[in-house]
């Protein structure tokens, strides 16, 4: 569990730092090239962490999940992929939605909350909730919005189609990355 809370702990550590005055004086320091490096390694390093730590920490009940927990993830999860998609491709969809990809964490880590019921999931999903409902208002106080400009109607059935066949994949091989089978 320990390996689970220090991987939290620096993964969201260093995702704080772009939203302070910290990057700017480390660019500035180290350029961009060499912060953007050490940002990933640091990043990579706290993701592994995180993945040892859950794969390592002992099964401990919270609470019984309901039923319809599972139901609602894997309803969920296309919008979620389709989201994400999203906010690394041009299309309208970051038109109507400010932040595809941090609502897209949001909504897979509440759903991933609300359908397991122990204290490492508890820990890792509760983490990233509510880092995204941070980074949301944090992004949202710097500033007013201007939505990209329009966009082919194509990009957007392929960021959908691309979105749906990164959730089948993800579907069909969940149990092989997470030792949780849905098939």
Do not use: C, Q
């Not at 702990?9 to 772009?18: A, D, E, N, T, V």
């Not at 409902?133 to 944090?138: A, D, K, L, P, Q």
């Not at 329009?150 to 092989?176: E, M, N, P, Q, W």
């Amino acid at each position: 569990m320990e390996f689970l809370i220090l991987g939290v702990i620096l993964f969201f550590s260093i995702h704080l730092i772009p939203s302070t005055s910290m990057r700017a004086a480390m660019v500035g320091r180290l350029g961009e090239g060499p912060f953007k490096g050490l940002f990933s390694l640091a990043a990579f390093a706290g993701l592994g962490l995180i993945i040892y730590g859950l794969t390592t920490a002992e099964f401990t009940p919270l609470w019984a999940p309901p039923v319809w927990g599972r139901t609602l993830v894997i309803a969920i999860m296309p919008v979620v992929m389709i989201l994400l998609v999203a906010a690394e491709m041009p299309n309208n969809i970051k038109g109507m939605v400010r932040h595809p990809m941090l609502l897209g964490v949001f909504l897979w880590s509440a759903g991933h909350l609300i359908a397991n019921g122990d204290l490492a999931t508890t820990i890792l999903f509760a983490s990233f909730a509510l880092f995204s409902v941070f980074n949301i208002i944090s992004v949202n106080a710097r500033g007013s919005y201007e939505a990209p400009a329009a966009v082919s109607r194509v990009k957007d059935l392929l960021t959908v189609i691309l979105g749906l066949v990164i959730y089948g994949v993800l579907f069909y091989f969940h149990g092989a990355f997470t030792g949780m089978p849905l098939l």
